[in-house]
């Protein structure tokens, strides 16, 4: 399966963006899903995942209470609402799956996912 994320751009510290991940070749609505993100000279960390079913999502502290991640199976499309955002959250931001057979299971590792797609550009400006 082959991801595709989007949303990202500028926006000011304060500010609004949802970022979409779609697949091809494939469907989402098989997998555990996670977002990612890079900051320049950093490595990459977890920032939150939802089960194929969308129930407990599951978040990294840094973005509990400003983020939400949701998904519409119908639609094939996982997103995450970024609101409040910071200088600190600029960064790459990557999507990845992984083909679940149970709907409790929601990673939170990279090493737990195969498929990623190519990563938005998140700019937050303070």
């Known amino acids: 399966v082959q991801l595709q994320a989007s949303g990202g751009g500028l926006v000011q510290a304060g500010g609004s963006l949802r970022l979409s991940c779609a697949a091809s070749?494939?469907?989402?609505?098989?997998?555990?899903v996670g977002w990612f993100r890079q900051a320049p000279g950093k490595e990459r960390e977890f920032v939150a995942a939802i089960g194929k079913s969308g129930r407990s999502p599951k978040y990294a502290d840094f973005v509990k209470g400003r983020f939400i991640i949701s998904r519409d199976n119908d639609k094939g499309t996982v997103y995450l609402q970024m609101n409040s955002l910071k200088a600190d959250d600029t960064a790459v931001y990557y999507c990845?799956?992984?083909?679940?057979?149970?709907?409790?299971?929601?990673?939170?590792?990279?090493?737990?996912?195969?498929?990623w797609g190519q990563g938005t550009l998140v700019t937050v400006s303070s």
């Open positions: 070749g494939g469907t989402l609505s098989s997998c555990a």
């Open positions: 990845a799956a992984r083909y679940s057979p149970s709907t409790l299971e929601v990673p939170t590792t990279i090493g737990r996912y195969p498929y």
